[in-house]
């Protein structure tokens, strides 16, 4: 097995029993054994659990990022945009159920509040999201799609609130509505509350973005 297959074999079981059995009660020791590899690989790799963990978080959000950035450049016009956005963060998350499950509900206590830098950039990270529904917002605003009723900065937050809440609930049990169909629900919420208003669909109107 190759290095780069070690470290992806390490990652994959290790996301499997952190969901199973928790990020505490899972052992190095037990994601080697299972991974096929030797625990000195699994150090030499992520240097502790927590950097498996790390790197499970930063992956994960990265390639969740890159995808938005992409659908947004590609919308031909903003509600479309928009759809596609709220489509692709129901679909990736029901496809990263395990990485997802274990980043919201088992993040270590002690990565969180570390001052190392990482509280500053995973906000920065929301505010990436955030900078990513702005665009899209403001694209529909000026192709005359959508039509929010609050500056757009506020709009693009509230929006975030929604996707990542709703999950949170939906993953967590919290609402008993499948990632799926929660998917289908946002997206005509979100498009109901945003539309023009009767007769105003076309009108191309200028909105601050601050």
């Known amino acids: 097995m190759g290095e780069p297959s070690r470290r992806d074999a390490i990652l994959d079981v290790a996301s499997r029993l952190f969901a199973e059995k928790g990020y505490n009660n899972t052992t190095t020791a037990e994601i080697a054994q299972e991974a096929g590899v030797a625990e000195g690989t699994l150090y030499h790799h992520f240097g502790s659990k927590d950097g498996i963990f790390l790197t499970i978080f930063d992956e994960m959000v990265e390639e969740y990022m890159v995808g ?6 590609e919308g031909t016009n903003g509600a ?28 270590p206590n002690h990565l969180a509040t ?4 990482r509280s500053a950039e995973s906000r920065n990270r929301f505010r990436r999201m955030t900078d990513i529904l702005s665009l899209v917002l403001t694209q529909g605003v000026n192709d005359g799609t959508l039509h929010p009723s ?5 709009t693009a937050a509230l929006l975030r609130g929604i996707l990542y809440g709703t999950t949170r609930h939906s993953m967590l049990g ?7 169909r929660l998917s289908r629900v946002v997206e005509g919420y979100c498009l109901k509350a945003l539309s023009p208003p009767p007769g105003g669909k076309g009108t191309r109107r200028k909105r601050g973005t601050k």
């Open 68 to 73: 938005a950035e992409r659908l947004a450049g």
């Open 150 to 154: 609050f500056p757009i900065r506020d």
């Open 174 to 180: 919290i609402i008993d509505t499948p990632l799926s």
């Open 80 to 107: 479309g945009a928009l759809s596609s956005l709220i489509r692709f963060h129901f679909e990736y998350l029901e496809q990263n159920k395990n990485r997802f499950l274990v980043i919201l509900r088992d993040f």
């Open 114 to 117: 570390e001052n190392d830098g």
